[in-house]
C-alpha cells in the first residue's frame, strides 16, 4: 500500500471552500488562489498506488530531470513538465531564503490572533482560525515535512508569508526542488505529491497504472472539512487554555507550600537560636 506517501497529505475543493460563509476563511483561500497554486492543490484527484511505489522504488535524478521506471517503462520528468502540469509560475523567488525580512514582519502581526506580531518558534494557535489552516496546507502539501504541525518553524512561515504577502514565487523551481529531494536517495525529506504525481503518470501513454485508489475524503478540504478543522482547533484551543490555568493554580499551590515551609524553618532557626543564648 502506498497511502504512506499522503498520510500527511492536505488537497483543495476551491468550489466547495470558497462558497464558505465564512468571511475570512474565504478570503485565505482567495489569497491562496492568488499566489498560483490553485492547479497544484485543486487538480482533480486521482491515486495510483502501485505505480506511485514503482516511481519512488526507482527514481534517481540526473541532469535535473527525474528519471524513474514504473511498470518496466521509462519515466523522465523535468522541471517544465511539472510546471505546465499544474500551471505553476516560473517567475519570483525561487528560494525562501530569499523572502524579505519586511514582508515576514508585516505578515507576524496580520496573521496574530492577539495583534502583537507572532513569535516564529511559537504554536499555530497565536494565529487566526484561516492562518492556522494555511500551516497546515503548507506543511502538509507544499513542503511536505515530518513533525509537529502545531510548531511555526521558519519554512513554514516563509511559505506563508507567500500568501498572505503576495510575494511572486517560482512555485515550479521550489516545488520541483520539493519533489527531487524526495526521490534523492537518503533524503529526509518525506515523500509526497501523491495526488500530482499520479496525474503526471497519466500523461504517459505507454505507461500502464492499473486500478486507481480512493483519495480519502477526510484528506480534501471542503465546506464540511473546514468547519471540522475550525471545531477541532476551537476545542484544543479551550483545553490548552484550561490546561494552562490549572498549571498556574497548582504552581500557586506549590508555591504557598514551599513559603509555609520556609517560614517554619525560620521559625525553627530563630528558636534555636534564642535556646542557644539563653543557655550562655
Same mark, same amino acid.
Do not use: Y
Given at each position: 500500500m502506498a497511502s504512506s506517501l499522503y498520510s500527511n497529505a492536505q488537497h483543495v475543493d476551491f468550489e466547495s471552500v470558497l462558497g464558505m460563509d465564512d468571511h475570512d476563511m474565504v478570503s485565505m483561500f482567495e489569497a491562496l488562489m492568488a499566489s498560483g497554486l490553485r492547479g497544484f492543490l485543486g487538480c482533480p484527484v486521482v491515486v495510483y498506488e502501485d505505480a506511485l511505489v514503482d516511481l519512488f522504488e526507482n527514481a534517481s535524478v540526473s541532469n535535473g530531470v527525474i528519471i524513474s521506471t514504473v511498470g518496466g517503462q521509462?519515466?523522465?520528468?523535468?522541471?517544465?513538465?511539472?510546471?505546465?502540469?499544474?500551471?505553476?509560475?516560473?517567475?519570483?523567488?525561487?528560494?525562501?531564503?530569499? +523572502?524579505?525580512?519586511?514582508?515576514?514582519?508585516? @505578515?507576524? %502581526?496580520?496573521?496574530?490572533?492577539?495583534? /502583537?506580531?507572532? =513569535? *516564529?518558534?511559537?504554536?499555530?494557535?497565536?494565529?487566526?482560525?484561516?492562518?492556522?489552516?494555511?500551516?497546515?496546507? +503548507?506543511?502538509?502539501?507544499?513542503?511536505?515535512? @515530518?513533525? %509537529?504541525?502545531?510548531?511555526?518553524?521558519? /519554512?513554514?512561515? =516563509? *511559505?506563508?508569508?507567500?500568501?498572505?504577502?503576495?510575494?511572486?514565487?517560482?512555485?515550479?523551481?521550489?516545488?520541483?526542488?520539493?519533489?527531487?529531494?524526495?526521490?534523492? @536517495?537518503? %533524503?529526509?525529506?518525506?515523500?509526497?505529491?501523491?495526488i500530482q504525481i499520479s496525474l503526471l503518470l497519466a500523461t504517459f501513454p505507454s505507461l500502464e497504472l492499473g486500478e486507481s485508489s480512493e483519495f480519502p475524503a477526510s484528506k480534501v478540504l471542503t465546506k464540511k472539512t473546514v468547519l471540522r478543522f475550525v471545531s477541532i482547533n476551537d476545542r484544543d484551543g479551550a483545553e490548552e487554555v484550561t490546561g494552562a490555568a490549572k498549571k498556574k493554580a497548582v504552581s500557586k499551590k506549590r508555591h504557598a507550600a514551599y513559603d509555609d515551609l520556609v517560614k517554619q524553618w525560620r521559625q525553627s532557626v530563630q528558636w534555636s537560636l534564642r535556646v542557644t543564648l539563653m543557655k550562655t
Open positions: 521509462l519515466v523522465e520528468i523535468s522541471e517544465e513538465l511539472f510546471a505546465e502540469s499544474f500551471e505553476l509560475s516560473v517567475d519570483g523567488l525561487g528560494d525562501l531564503s530569499e +523572502m524579505p525580512k519586511d514582508a515576514i514582519f508585516d @505578515a507576524r %502581526s496580520i496573521v496574530s490572533l492577539s495583534g /502583537e506580531p507572532i =513569535s *516564529l518558534s511559537g504554536r499555530k494557535n497565536q494565529m487566526k482560525m484561516p492562518f492556522r489552516l494555511l500551516c497546515d496546507i +503548507m506543511a502538509n502539501a507544499i513542503s511536505v515535512k @515530518a513533525g %509537529s504541525f502545531n510548531a511555526i518553524t521558519v /519554512e513554514k512561515f =516563509s *511559505l506563508i508569508t507567500v500568501v498572505v504577502c503576495r510575494i511572486k514565487m517560482n512555485w515550479a523551481k521550489l516545488l520541483f526542488s520539493i519533489l527531487k529531494n524526495m526521490v534523492s @536517495a537518503g %533524503s529526509k525529506q518525506a515523500k509526497g505529491f501523491a
